[in-house]
């Protein structure tokens, strides 16, 4: 409390400067060079090479202190800090004057291990990766011209003011349905997994956006939270998660089907730019109208030639004409040159037919000079001839056997120049017989 009745020239007033100064010079005094041990959160590299971040107790307190490490420190790093990373640090405590802040100015820094929360998101992506949840394979295609987006992220976060910025400017023909939700502190898991849920129990958007803008890797933490991990996983709808800055890497990254460097990044790929569309289709329609020109020429030329010949239909009648006068030709020669064919095959005929005749004769009268010559030989009367005779019974019944006769009988004997009634006197076998 500030006494009025102090005369002012008893009282020291001071300046903001120079009670920051002031302030400076008792902490460089008081410390000069320390050592201090904590997780690194907020990491940021600037275009000018300095590092800025916060280191915290690695325990989970609450306090944290802001730390600046210039271009020169930070070039003799043989690491790349990041963000969780377990750290220990040399410098001094200063004051930021342009804000009267407390910082601590880095020197050097090695590593230290782990932080806890890094190391609980270590373990728990190598447990979810064994279980497949991050696999290649069940990774989705997105739709390629989607026609409605949903958008899961903080309706006061400004995530959703650069998706619908990129969408209204890449895609302002795609319909945007929110599913607002809390994306950092330790509501927002189960208010991500229940936006999740309500997003696919209405299926009335074709691909679903997970975004939040840039954080440290406490405020991050809801998207490596495990139920939300497998809520993405599970998801029916496909998922592009654009979580943070390009360097932060979420589970949620892993599990989506498709991992967005940014939020704006998110909204580029899941809608392709309405732009790009519009050229394909001129160029598509360009193409039809020069088919369609070429197809046009080729049918009017066709159609020309058609004209031609019909323009002169007593072309056609001529070469008809023509035709039937050349059928009319070969038909009235057609006859004669047939029989002159068949006159000269008579007469190479003729000859051959009177040779074979007279062949067939020849070989008739050999065959009847042979058959005579057999019958000749076969005459009883040549038989006779030659003093033998033959006996019946006066029949005409040829007598073979003297068993045929008996004692008494007539019989004819037949000789070759008559014949004579006999009559047996006698019979006497053949010892033979």
């Known amino acids: 409390m500030i006494d009025a009745r102090e005369p002012a020239s008893n009282r020291r007033v001071w300046g903001v400067a120079g009670l920051v100064e002031a302030i400076s010079q008792s902490l460089a005094e ?6 201090v041990g904590g997780e690194i959160t907020g990491f940021t590299r600037a275009a000018s090479g300095h590092c800025y971040f916060c280191l915290k107790d690695a325990d989970g307190q609450s306090a944290s202190m802001r730390c600046a490490m210039f271009r ?3 070039a003799m790093l043989d690491f790349s800090p990041g963000e969780g990373l377990l750290v220990e640090v040399r410098g001094r405590v200063a004051v930021y004057e342009p804000r009267g802040e407390l ?7 090695r590593r230290a291990g782990a932080g806890s929360l890094y190391e609980q998101f270590l373990k728990l992506r190598a447990r979810l990766a064994a279980e497949g949840l991050f696999d290649a394979a069940s990774k989705r ?3 390629v011209h989607p026609r409605r987006i949903g958008v899961i992220t903080s309706a006061a976060g400004a995530a959703l003011h650069d998706v619908l910025t990129a969408l209204a400017r890449r895609a302002p023909h795609v319909e945007v349905v929110v599913y607002p939700s809390p994306v950092q502190g330790a509501e927002a898991p189960p208010a991500l997994v229940q936006a999740l849920r309500t997003a696919n129990a209405r299926a009335e958007v074709d691909v679903l956006l997970l975004v939040r803008g840039g954080g440290s890797l406490e405020d991050l933490w809801a998207f490596n939270d495990e139920r939300v991990v497998r809520a993405v996983a599970s998801s029916a709808l496909p ?3 654009g979580v943070g800055h390009e360097t932060d890497v979420s589970l949620c990254d892993l599990a989506a089907d498709l991992r967005a460097p940014t939020p704006t990044a998110a909204a580029e790929l899941a809608a392709p730019a309405r732009d790009a569309l519009l050229q394909q289709l001129a160029a598509l329609e360009r193409g039809l109208a020069l088919r369609l020109d070429h197809r046009l020429q080729s049918l ?4 020309d030639r058609l004209a031609l010949r019909l323009a002169r239909p007593s072309d056609a009648l001529a070469r008809q004409r023509r035709r039937l006068e050349l059928l009319a ?20 005929l003729g000859p051959r037919q009177q040779r074979a005749a007279a062949e067939l004769l020849r070989r008739h009268a050999v065959r009847l000079d042979g058959l005579q010559a057999r019958l000749q030989a076969l005459d009883p009367q040549h038989v006779l001839a030659r003093g033998y005779a033959w006996l019946d019974d006066g029949r005409g019944g040829a007598i073979t056997s003297v068993q045929a006769l008996q004692p008494g009988a007539d019989v004819r004997a037949v000789l070759v120049d008559g014949s004579a009634e006999l009559r047996v006197l006698g019979v006497v076998p053949s010892p033979q017989g």
């Open 300 to 303: 009017g030329q066709r159609l």
């Open 141 to 143: 295609a997105l739709p």
């Open 239 to 241: 998922v592009v998660c």
């Open 30 to 35: 008081r410390f000069s060079v320390v050592v």
């Open 329 to 348: 030709q070969r038909a009235a020669a057609a006859p004669g040159r047939r029989l002159e064919l068949h006159r000269q095959r008579l007469e190479h």
């Open 72 to 74: 020169r420190a930070a």
């Open 103 to 109: 910082q601590f100015v880095v020197e050097a820094m």
